[in-house]
């Protein structure tokens, strides 16, 4: 059974940085991806980044430049680091995984089987 579990939300003041960091267990080292989403409320859950087992990235564009994700080598860890943060970035963060690459579909939320429970991310002044 898959399992994800995120870590490192917080507040932080515009222009700030936080790093998430999710950690799966329950898959195949050669043969998993792992997307973060996020979701604000009234809002719907929109993919930020994606990569893959062999860690080939992929982001949405308001992100690119900004966050940047990574994985541990030999390991099931993967950080979403978030720089330059702004307000309108707040929300809970998800990560989610799926047996396979990122694919083209990678920032929809049906491209993954196993979720986290989620990490609260507060961008204010």
């Known amino acids: 059974q898959v399992q994800v579990v995120e870590s490192g939300g917080g507040s932080v003041q515009p222009g700030g940085s936080l790093r998430l960091s999710c950690t799966v267990s329950?898959?195949?080292?050669?043969?998993?991806?792992i997307g973060w989403f996020r979701q604000a409320p009234g809002k719907e859950r929109e993919g930020i980044a994606c990569?893959?087992?062999?860690?080939?990235?992929q982001y949405l564009d308001s992100v690119e430049g900004r966050f940047t994700i990574s994985k541990e080598r030999d390991k099931n860890s993967i950080h979403l680091q978030m720089n330059s943060l702004k307000p309108e970035d707040t929300a809970m963060y998800y990560c989610?995984?799926?047996?396979?690459?990122?694919?083209?579909?990678?920032?929809?939320?049906?491209?993954?089987?196993?979720w986290g429970q989620g990490t609260q991310v507060t961008v204010s002044s």
């Open positions: 329950g898959v195949t080292y050669d043969n998993f991806a």
């Open positions: 990569i893959s087992f062999d860690g080939t990235p």
């Open positions: 989610a995984a799926t047996t396979s690459r990122c694919t083209d579909a990678w920032y929809s939320k049906f491209s993954y089987g196993s």
